[in-house]
């Protein structure tokens, strides 16, 4: 690994580029912005970023082959972390706007957040600061990109749809939303997903980036 860890984000016409690429590079990572699919099956790291609703966001991909790219990038069993829509991506499929195919990295799927209580705090879409805990039987903190975050850490959100990974172990934290367990992270062995924004989320979100980027622990 080269001495500043390069980082490609992939450039789909729907993520907060800016914001991220800003975040890799305070925590000592080079950033690129490509639309290449080439560029990412050739990449060290890539992260997927995006906003906006999935069945766009796969035609966005699918309109200049980074779908394959992807999947052959992740194949390749280098770091792949999906970020706010982008991890909502890394499912099989989604349920918003009908049903849509997603890049089928780790098995699951993608819901609605569920119905708040008329009169309750809760609210759809979910804007807003929210507290990460780990995920029963999930992977250990210690042992993730979480290794610097504290349970009841708070990270920034903006959402109305939550992935279901079809195994649990896939689950890393979550926050509660309308009384209910909520995935706001997840990790299958190389691939990693957050639910919320680390590049708005603070110091708890440059950790984790900073985890990513560099490759700790």
């Given at each position: 690994?080269?001495?500043?860890?390069?980082?490609?984000?992939?450039?789909?016409?729907?993520?907060?580029?800016?914001?991220?690429?800003?975040?890799?590079?305070?925590?000592?990572?080079?950033?690129?912005?490509?639309?290449?699919?080439?560029?990412?099956?050739?990449?060290?790291?890539?992260?997927?970023?995006?906003?906006?609703?999935?069945?766009d966001a796969m035609a966005g991909l699918a309109s200049r082959g980074l779908d394959d790219g992807l999947r052959e990038f992740a194949r390749a069993g280098r770091p792949l972390l999906g970020v706010c829509l982008g991890m909502q991506l890394l499912l099989e499929e989604s349920t918003e706007f009908g049903r849509h195919g997603g890049l089928g990295l780790i098995p699951g799927q993608v819901d609605r957040l569920p119905t708040p209580a008329p009169g309750g705090r809760d609210k759809i879409p979910n804007v807003g600061w929210c507290q990460l805990w780990p995920s029963p039987g999930g992977l250990p903190w210690s042992l993730s990109l979480f290794a610097r975050v504290k349970p009841g850490d708070f990270a920034y959100f903006v959402h109305s749809y939550a992935v279901h990974p079809a195994d649990a172990r896939h689950r890393l934290a979550e926050i509660g939303f309308a009384g209910m367990p909520v995935a706001a992270a997840i990790a299958a062995e190389h691939i990693a997903g957050c639910q919320f924004h680390p590049e708005k989320s603070g110091e708890v979100g440059l950790a984790i980036l900073d985890a990513f980027v560099n490759g700790t622990p």
């Open positions: 690994m080269s001495a500043t860890p390069a980082v490609i984000v992939v450039d789909y016409g729907r993520g907060n580029l800016f914001s991220v690429c800003q975040a890799v590079a305070r925590v000592g990572g080079a950033p690129a912005l490509t639309a290449d699919p080439a560029a990412v099956r050739q990449a060290e790291r890539v992260i997927l970023p995006g906003v906006g609703a999935f069945g």
